[in-house]
């Protein structure tokens, strides 16, 4: 295995995830999948069915489903804010990733809620004593059921101690998918008399504005009963309470392992690619709508202003 991943073998891990880019035929958990060049460079994502294909192999992972559901090219986003954010946004070309630990989710990146602690402590106690008796070599260690015990709980407290670090290298954008605009959400962030306004977009702009960067996550999140389930280690991020479901959030995540420890971080982004419209809060002032044209114009961005769709007036 070369370990050489460029960024078009990355973008198609990422798009071919589900199946063999060969054959079409869909991976099983726990199979193998390689990565790697056709004699012609062509980048590959296949399974062992296919494996011959691969003129170089980059890497080589045991499958397993994708922590989140990727939404289609024009799901619908939005991403309610008021102007100071939105001034942000347009004076710097950028979208700000909130550090995890910042975004105010005491459950955020939680894998379960205290309350079935010790269930979640016995499967992984159980797990870690097997892997440690079962090495891939073979070769059955001799250890006492003492330092064996001990072993499991040290592998157990690190794993929560990279759950709690990973909150502080991963950052996250976090977007509203519908295909309509929501009131509650107007209010919750644009509340009367702020001014205030959402941004339109959709999954396919979002991504092609960041670059179709294959290390940005962009998918959605799933809410889950902590009480009854539990995240992954891998899923966490991408889970949160089902009390949160009317966010529909669709979360954009980047990891930053060697972070710089900042609560957040700006990456550049195409305005024009990005955002499909520029819709104005129901409950702002009249003189919004200008204030909004002529700092728009002044940063030289060139997208349409719409009112809210909760302007239209009814008939009887
Ligand atoms: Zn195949």
Redesign the pocket.
């Known amino acids: 295995m070369t370990h050489r991943l460029t960024i078009e073998l990355r973008r198609k891990q990422r798009d071919c995830h589900e199946l063999?880019c060969?054959?079409a035929?869909f991976f099983k958990v726990g199979e193998t999948a390689h990565s790697g060049y056709a004699e012609d460079g062509t980048p590959l994502h296949?399974?062992d069915?296919?494996s011959s294909k691969l003129a170089e192999t980059a890497v080589r992972t045991y499958w397993q489903t994708r922590a989140y559901e990727i939404p289609d090219e024009d799901a619908s986003l939005w991403r309610y804010m008021d102007f100071s954010k939105f001034l942000l946004l347009i004076k710097e070309r950028a979208i700000y990733f909130a550090r995890a630990d910042h975004v105010g989710d005491k459950f955020e990146g939680a894998k379960g809620a205290s309350t079935n602690r010790t269930v979640w402590d016995d499967y992984y106690l159980r797990f870690f004593r097997e892997s440690i008796l079962n090495p891939p070599d073979g070769k059955r260690p001799n250890i006492s059921p003492e330092n064996l015990q001990s072993e499991a709980e040290r592998l157990l407290k690190e794993m929560e101690a990279s759950g709690i670090r990973q909150l502080k290298t991963t950052y996250l954008s976090c977007w509203h998918e519908s295909e309509t605009e929501s009131e509650a959400l107007w209010r919750l962030y644009c509340p009367p008399p702020s001014v205030g306004l959402a941004v339109h977009a959709s999954y396919g702009s979002l991504n092609t504005s960041l670059g179709d960067n294959p290390d940005i996550a962009i998918g959605r999140v799933r809410y889950i009963d902590f009480r009854k389930e539990f995240a992954g280690p891998s899923d966490a991020i991408f889970r949160k309470r089902h009390s949160l479901s009317h966010e529909r959030e669709v979360r954009a995540v980047i990891s930053q392992p060697d972070g710089n420890d900042s609560f957040g971080i700006h990456r550049p982004v195409d305005l024009n690619l990005l955002i499909h419209q520029v819709v104005i809060s129901p409950f702002a002032s009249s003189w919004f709508e200008a204030l909004l044209r002529g700092t728009m114009a002044k940063f030289e961005v060139d997208i349409d202003i719409i009112a809210s769709e909760l302007m239209l007036e009814p008939f009887y």
């Open positions: 063999c060969s054959c035929r296949v399974g069915c296919c």
